[in-house]
C-alpha cells in the first residue's frame, strides 16, 4: 500500500515542476510570448496557492522565481502582479505569526511565536561584503542583503533627487514597489516579535529580527541610510503635491495642459508616491520602536556588545530637521503617525524652549516637564515666547504647535508609551481643555510677541479645533 505522505510529496513536486515550467524556456527573454509565460506563470501559483479553500504552500523556486519578475520586470504590469502575488502570499502564509491560541483569546499570558525557520525570505545576511557585490552582479533577480537594501535606497534618492523626476519611469517604479515589498516582509517579521518582547523582555527575539539583523550589519553606513530614507520621504511629497496641483488646474482649466505635464506620470506618481512615503513611515516607526525595545532591554542588562551601538533614529531625524528647515513643514506633512510624530514634535521644541528635568537611565516614565503641555506653558507669557522665537522662527514654531495638537488629538485615550512624553494622563477630558485653551494662548502670545506674524492656515485650523474642544465641554 502506497504511503499517503509520499504520494503527496510527489504531487506537490509534480504541481510544482508544472508550474516552474511555464518559466523555462523564457526566463532570460524579454518579448512579448516571455511576458506572456510569466503572466500565466503568476495566475497558475495564484490558482494553486490563493484560490483553493486550502491552498498548495508555495515552494522555494516559486518564491525565487516571483521575486525574480519583481526585481527585473520590464513590463509594468507583470511587476505590479508579482509585487501584489508576493504579498499576498505572505499574508496566507506567514513566517512569523503568533500562535493561533493567542490571536483568539488575545491574551498577552497566552502569547507564543511561532517562526517558521526553513520558509522563504528575500533577505540574506550571511554573506560577506565581496560575495554579495559578486551575488548581486551574477543574480540580479536574488535575494536581498544589508548591502543590496542600502544599494537600492541609494538608487531611489538619487532618482528622487532630480528636478524633473518621473514616477512613470519603469525602474523607479520597479524600485519604489521592491522598497514596499521589503518593508512588508520586515514589518510581518518585526511586529509579532515586538509584541511577545513587551511581555516576555526576551530580547533575543528582537536580536534575531530581520530588521535588526538589516541595521547591525557592517555592510551599511546606517547614519547616510537613514538620511537618504528622510530625503526620499520628503521629495516624493513634494514631488506628489506638485503633481496635485498640476493634476487639479488641468482638470479645471479648458485650455490644453502644458507639454511637460504628464498626466499619467501625474497619476503613478499619486499612488505609487504615496504607498512609498507610508512604506518609509511604517520603516522609520519599525526602527524607532526597535531603538525603544532595545533601550529598555539595556537596561535589564540583556544585550550585549554583539548587537552594536547606534544612535536612535529618533535623534537622526531631530538633528536633520533641526539644521534643514525646509524639509520640516513636508516632513510633518507625511508622518501621520500620532505616537512618534508628538514625539518628534515635543523634542524639537525643547531643544530650543530649554531643557526638561533630568531622568536617569533607569527611570520608568517620562518626565512631566517634557510633555507637550509641558511645552506649550512656555508660550503662557509674552516674555518667554519672546525669548523661544529668538532661536525658532514664530512661522515654525506655528508649524510644530499645530502638528503637535493634531496628533495629540489621534492618540487614543488610552494611550500610554513607556519612554516617550505621552501619557494617558494628557487624554483626559480636562487635560484636552487645558491643551486647547494653552494652544489659544500660545498663538495669542506669538502674535503679541511679533505683530508682523501671519497666522498660517495650518495654525487656524488648530486654533478653530482648540475653540471647538473648549466649546463642546462647556
Known amino acids: 500500500m502506497e504511503n499517503p505522505s509520499s504520494s503527496k510529496r510527489t504531487t506537490a513536486g509534480a504541481l510544482e515542476e508544472n508550474i516552474l515550467a511555464i518559466l523555462d524556456s523564457t526566463e532570460a527573454d524579454d518579448t512579448h510570448y516571455a511576458n506572456d509565460d510569466r503572466t500565466s506563470f503568476l495566475d497558475a501559483v495564484r490558482a494553486a496557492s490563493l484560490v483553493p479553500e486550502i491552498g498548495t504552500p508555495p515552494t522555494y523556486k516559486w518564491f525565487e522565481s516571483i521575486f525574480s519578475i519583481l526585481r527585473i520586470g520590464k513590463s509594468l504590469e507583470l511587476t505590479m502582479a508579482s509585487f501584489k502575488l508576493l504579498n499576498e502570499l505572505d499574508k496566507c502564509f506567514p513566517r512569523v505569526h503568533l500562535s493561533a491560541a493567542a490571536d483568539e483569546m488575545k491574551s498577552s499570558s497566552e502569547l507564543s511565536l511561532i517562526v517558521e525557520n526553513e520558509g522563504w525570505s528575500p533577505f540574506a545576511f550571511s554573506l560577506d561584503s565581496t560575495s554579495s557585490e559578486r551575488v548581486a552582479a551574477n543574480n540580479p533577480g536574488g535575494y536581498v542583503d544589508s548591502f543590496g537594501f542600502q544599494h537600492l535606497i541609494e538608487n531611489l534618492a538619487d532618482a528622487t533627487a532630480e528636478p524633473n523626476f518621473q514616477a512613470s519611469e519603469a525602474k523607479s517604479l520597479g524600485n519604489m514597489l521592491l522598497f514596499q515589498y521589503l518593508v512588508n516582509v520586515l514589518e510581518g517579521d518585526f511586529q509579532p516579535r515586538n509584541s511577545v518582547y513587551a511581555e516576555t523582555a526576551n530580547w533575543v527575539l528582537l536580536r534575531e529580527s530581520l530588521i535588526n539583523m538589516l541595521l547591525v550589519s557592517r555592510k551599511i553606513n546606517y547614519k547616510k541610510l537613514m538620511k537618504d530614507c528622510l530625503g526620499i520621504m520628503c521629495k516624493l511629497y513634494q514631488t506628489n503635491a506638485g503633481f496635485t496641483d498640476d493634476l487639479i488646474s488641468s482638470k479645471k482649466s479648458m485650455a490644453v495642459p502644458a507639454k511637460n505635464f504628464d498626466t499619467a506620470a501625474a497619476i503613478a506618481l499619486l499612488e505609487i508616491g504615496q504607498n512609498t512615503c507610508t512604506a518609509m513611515q511604517k520603516f522609520f516607526i519599525m526602527i524607532m520602536e526597535l531603538d525603544l525595545s532595545k533601550k ?179
Not at 503641555?373 to 519672546?386: D, E, M, Q, R
Not at 529668538?390 to 495629540?408: D, F, S, V
Not at 503679541?448 to 492656515?457: H, V
Open 296 to 474: 529598555m532591554a539595556e537596561t535589564r542588562g540583556s544585550t550585549t556588545r554583539a548587537d552594536g551601538v547606534r544612535n536612535p533614529l529618533l535623534e537622526i531625524v531631530l538633528d536633520e530637521l533641526t539644521y534643514d528647515e525646509d524639509i520640516l513643514d513636508s516632513f510633518l506633512q507625511v508622518f501621520n503617525e500620532p505616537k512618534w510624530k508628538l514625539e518628534i514634535v515635543v523634542q524639537y521644541l525643547w531643544k530650543y524652549i530649554g531643557k526638561p528635568s533630568v531622568q536617569t537611565r533607569r527611570s520608568n516614565g517620562p518626565t512631566d516637564d517634557a510633555s507637550f503641555s509641558g511645552a506649550l506653558k512656555c508660550f503662557s507669557n509674552v516674555t518667554s515666547t519672546k525669548t523661544t522665537i529668538k532661536k525658532i522662527r514664530p512661522e515654525l514654531t506655528q508649524l510644530l504647535l499645530a502638528h503637535g495638537l493634531q496628533a495629540h488629538l489621534s492618540l487614543p485615550c488610552e494611550q500610554h508609551v513607556e519612554g516617550t512624553s505621552v501619557s494617558s494622563e494628557e487624554r483626559s477630558i480636562s487635560s484636552l481643555i487645558e491643551v486647547s485653551k494653552d494652544m489659544i494662548s500660545a498663538f495669542r502670545n506669538l502674535k503679541t510677541a511679533d505683530k508682523k506674524m501671519e497666522i498660517l492656515p495650518l495654525g487656524k485650523e488648530a486654533l478653530f479645533m482648540a475653540a471647538t474642544i473648549i466649546s463642546a465641554q462647556s
